[in-house]
């Protein structure tokens, strides 16, 4: 369900390029994907059931936050009269009823404020008291969860509904689910988090070591990445039940989960899907070139990313089943 993934770093896109150019196709390998760009540069951040896609176009003056359906794609408004800054609006999240939430920055000063977008039209969502906030995930319910900066200048959690913006304290937010359940991380000491689970205004840590969680699905079970700052490496991790399970190997990111329990993940390998203890990559299901941006993946299966063209063009595209 969520959103403006991380990237592969570009040494791996290299070393990606290189092993498949060296390495001949399998025969008889399941292609179940079919490729579709999106007809712009820039990022494929989330997709909904619909196969509605949310990205955000990177072209001068035209740039910004644009909705594509049906071969076509549509840019998100932002109203005249100089209060905001048009190219420097982000989408970053769709729900399934076509509402899409982001940010964009206020004209004439360094900050910005949380929006919606909703029958193309954008409502500022305001902040807790503070200069910005940032909107990351909404859910079929239109609940949206974010950061904003308080009164008092510190960095809060929120869950916006109805007009309201609510704290949610030293709990930051990256993904909500359709019952409300807000995945995210607890912020305790000065530096450090652990990967944290937010229901019925209650938050539980979902692990005792320095973690994140990164997205929900309407299960329950939350997927994100524990962080060796020796090694500075990650790996991916699912919690289930209160039970903490690591999916992928050593130097591995999970960022989505969808309700058929497939988890989009990034390896030292590439881009793969997890199912039930087994991986896939997606080399090997017909997805070329390498993926040097992850989005989201929808309930089908479908996933939308960036993949490496002839650097620096990055082509939003959708991977449908």
């Not at 929808?298 to 939003?316: E, L, M, Q």
Request: cysteine-free; hydrophobic content about 40%; aromatic content about 8%.
């Amino acid at each position: 369900m969520l959103r403006t993934k991380t990237t592969l770093t570009m040494a791996t896109v290299a070393a990606l390029v290189g092993s498949m150019a060296a390495a001949p196709a399998q025969a008889g390998a399941a292609r179940p994907y079919r490729v579709v760009d999106l007809g712009f540069v820039g990022q494929a951040v989330a997709i909904n059931d619909k196969r509605q896609v949310v990205g955000n176009k990177i072209d001068g003056e035209n740039s910004g936050p644009v909705v594509w359906e049906r071969g076509r794609h549509v840019r998100l408004d932002v109203p005249a009269g100089g209060e905001y800054q048009a190219q420097e609006a982000i989408a970053t999240d769709i729900n399934n009823r076509g509402q899409v939430v982001g940010y964009v920055r206020l004209a004439g000063v360094a900050t910005q404020h949380a929006v919606l977008w909703e029958r193309g039209v954008m409502r500022d969502l305001g902040t807790l008291g503070g200069q910005f906030s940032h909107a990351f995930a909404i859910n079929d319910r239109g609940q949206v969860v974010g950061t904003s900066q308080n009164a008092d200048g510190v960095n809060h959690g929120f869950v916006w509904e109805d007009g309201r913006m609510t704290s949610l304290g030293l709990f930051v937010p990256d993904d909500i689910n359709n019952r409300g359940q807000i995945s995210g991380f607890q912020r305790y000491g000065d530096v450090n988090s652990t990967a944290a689970l937010l229901r019925r205004d209650r938050v539980t840590r979902l692990d005792l070591r320095t973690t994140s969680a990164m997205a929900i699905n309407n299960a329950g079970t939350v997927v994100g990445y524990l962080t060796d700052y020796v090694a500075e490496r990650n790996t991916a991790y699912l919690w289930r039940a209160g039970r903490a399970v690591a999916i992928g190997p050593f130097d591995s990111t999970a960022f989505d989960i969808n309700d058929r329990g497939e988890v989009l993940m990034v390896t030292s390998s590439g881009v793969e899907l997890w199912r039930d203890g087994r991986v896939t990559s997606l080399s090997d299901l017909g997805v070329t070139p390498p993926v040097v941006n992850v989005g989201a993946l929808n309930n089908r299966g479908d996933i939308v990313a960036s993949p490496y063209d002839s650097f620096p063009r990055v082509n939003a595209t959708v991977y449908l089943r």
